[in-house]
């Protein structure tokens, strides 16, 4: 399974961005998929991760409501939403899959990792 994200950008505070991980391979709706982030300097931790079916979702502290994850198993595709973007949301945005459980929070419990895309917000 090869994950592919895309969507990262400059943006001003206060901007929105979507955030698009397509996975290859007829397994997507089988398992979890997540959302991480590791800004400069900082450990990686997880932004937001969604159940196989998309029915249940968890979001960090963090987050608190300016994020929204989504999946379309048609397409396997996986989806960020990011609003109301501030300068500390600057990161390297992976999106991570093979989540064995119904929702997958730590690293450890993703087999499948993307590459990543840059997100910079300015102030």
């Known amino acids: 399974v090869q994950l592919q994200a895309s969507g990262g950008g400059l943006v001003q505070a206060g901007g929105s961005l979507r955030l698009s991980c397509v996975a290859s391979?007829?397994?997507?709706?089988?398992?979890?998929m997540g959302w991480f982030r590791q800004a400069p300097g900082k450990e990686r931790e997880l932004v937001a991760a969604i159940s196989r079916t998309g029915s249940s979702t968890h979001y960090a502290d963090f987050v608190k409501g300016r994020f929204t994850i989504s999946r379309d198993n048609a397409k396997n595709t996986v989806y960020l939403q990011l609003n109301s973007l501030k300068p500390e949301d600057t990161a390297v945005y992976y999106c991570?899959?093979?989540?064995?459980?119904?929702?997958?929070?730590?690293?450890?419990?993703?087999?499948?990792w993307g590459q990543g895309t840059l997100v910079t917000v300015s102030s």
């Open positions: 991570a899959g093979g989540g064995s459980s119904w929702i997958n929070v730590h690293e450890w419990e993703y087999s499948y």
């Open positions: 391979g007829r397994t997507f709706s089988r398992y979890g």
